[in-house]
């Protein structure tokens, strides 16, 4: 039995290597979803007042989500480290879980994904319709129109039908160059014509998610299926440690 012991000692350490680099890298990135859920929050709050018709609970599922990853990928490596089978076994469920509910959601976006884009078109167009130039929602239409060089939904002719437009003409947000823009020029529908951008937001959104929908399926079906990587470390190595009665320092 010592014989066989001290060959699969070198195993064991391997895997328990393999693991602490594989829960170091999950710790990472529940750092990064962590982050990027509370500049989501904080930073692109009035942004989904446009993607959806009432706030939405996503910067605080993916916040909860990061947060539960750091959690637990702290708990991977201290399950490595203690080389405990029990503590591998309910890591390896929890990544189990996480893959899961990575491939049901990047399914779901998949599937959904048009349903999403009517969201879009009709959150973004009443928030043109209602447009004031004041609230949050219409803020947000004006950083998207400048920071995506677009107007109106379709294009410019948006405008023409909402409430602001017989007060101020086309928002300033869409003139391609603004010191070229006055008042005036965004009240006359022929002469803004030539003063502000023409694609309208949702192709521009559409056209940006629809050729890059390879890379986005492509990046999160590749960060759930990692998960079974840890999975298996974490089964291989419980399977040992029980095997062999091996207890690490």
């Given amino acids: 039995m010592a014989p066989r012991r001290m060959e699969t000692k070198p195993l064991i350490f391997c895997l328990k290597t393999l693991l602490l680099l594989y829960s170091f890298i999950f710790w990472v990135t529940g750092v990064v979803l962590l982050s990027v859920g509370l500049w989501w929050k904080f930073m692109l709050g009035p942004y989904t007042l446009l993607i959806s018709s009432g706030p939405s609970n996503a910067p605080l599922i993916l916040s909860g989500t990061g947060a539960a990853i750091v959690l637990f990928g702290l708990f991977g490596c201290f399950a ?55 609230d949050d929602r219409s803020l947000a239409v004006d ?4 920071k995506l060089h677009c107007c109106g939904v379709y294009n410019y002719t948006s405008w023409f039908s909402s409430v602001y437009f017989s007060v101020g003409g086309i928002p300033a947000s869409c003139c391609v160059t603004f010191s070229d823009c006055s008042g005036t020029d965004l009240k006359n529908t022929t002469v803004a014509g030539r003063k502000v951008h023409k694609q309208g937001c949702y192709e521009v959104v559409t056209s940006f998610t629809e050729s890059n929908m390879g890379i986005i399926a492509g990046v ?30």
């Fill in 80 to 134: 490595a480290c203690r080389g405990r089978p029990w503590m591998l076994r309910l890591y390896a469920i929890f990544l189990s879980l996480v893959f899961v509910t990575e491939l049901i959601a990047g399914i779901s976006g998949f599937v959904f994904r048009h349903e999403i884009k009517g969201t879009f078109l009709s959150s973004f167009g009443e928030a043109v319709m209602r447009y004031d130039g004041r």
């Fill in 143 to 146: 950083g998207v129109q400048r």
């Fill in 220 to 249: 999160t079906f590749g960060i759930a299926f990692s998960q079974l990587i840890g999975m298996s470390l974490a089964c291989c190595l419980s399977r040992f440690i029980n095997a062999n009665q091996y207890e690490m320092v």
